[in-house]
């Protein structure tokens, strides 16, 4: 193991072990942020800090999107979220596209922590797996935020040679309509810029991880199992700072595999696991800052916001919750694989 580890940490030229922390802990991981050396955080996020909200992950067993996909009659739960069988077959898509919609969940507190990392002037950017737009609605803008996997506010005609844009307000209307949105000037079927297995990813990924990481002090490390590249291997882009996990599987890390993570070897020196749900976990590390009840003022103010945006958008109308994120762009992509 400590062979494999490091020779992957050589070729990735991973090799310092300076040691930041004064205890692998979450009391460690507080004392650093508090301490002033901590001033640029990164965030990494994917669909466990929504699970409070409402809205499934994709694996867990049982509870997962991909475990309660068979009503769609799918050849295999991914199949969904593939491009080719999108073109064949869109129906699946904009049904579950109708339960998940953005604008009918409000953010969690772990949502709500990232947006204090924000305020404090710590948060360097949160890249997310999401598309449920959460981190908007808790008050992130286009730049603190790479939407790795897309976003639903922009939607384009997937004919190469079209390409026509258009907005959320009219994806929304297509899609509660119970019609498949086609394209306006070429009738080929329209899909909201999420990224599907077999697109590409934004290039505003790739460019903006080459300038992040290597500045980067702490990595936090939300709601998402690594499973999926080229996001999983983000990790590896650390040089020396520390990776701060909430509810990760320290199997991840045994290998030096699943983002290189090292929790339990004779060898570690920087990076903690928290076991516990994401809110659980934010709570807990808000409270070792001093910000626990700063971050819980936060999310009953926010809540009440978005209840009162929502109640007078009337019956159906909850645009309001999500309306902040509604100027996100399209960009050009770069190449995903799973």
Known sequence: VDFLRGLFSSALGLGSSEKVLDELSL?????????????????????GISTSAGIPDFRSPETGLYANLQKYNLPYPEAIFQIDYFKKHPEPFFALARELYPGQFKPTICHYFIKMLKDKGVLRRCYTQNIDTLERVAGLEGDDLIEAHGTFYTSHCVKFLCKKEYNLDWMKEKIFSDEIPKCEKCSSLVKPDIVFFGENLPTRFFTSMKMDFPRCDL?????TSLQVQPFASLPLQLERFICFCLQADPMLGLLGFGGGMDFDSDKAYRDVAQISTCDDGCLALADLLGWKAELEELVKKEHARIDSEDKQEGPGGSKGAAAKGASASAEPKSKAEE
Do not use: F, T, W
Not at 27 to 47: D, F, H, L
Not at 219 to 223: A, K, N, R, S, T
């Open 27 to 47: 009391e460690g991981v507080a004392r650093y942020i508090n301490s002033g050396k901590c001033k640029n955080i990164i965030c990494m996020v994917g669909a």
């Open 219 to 223: 990595l936090i490390v939300m709601g």
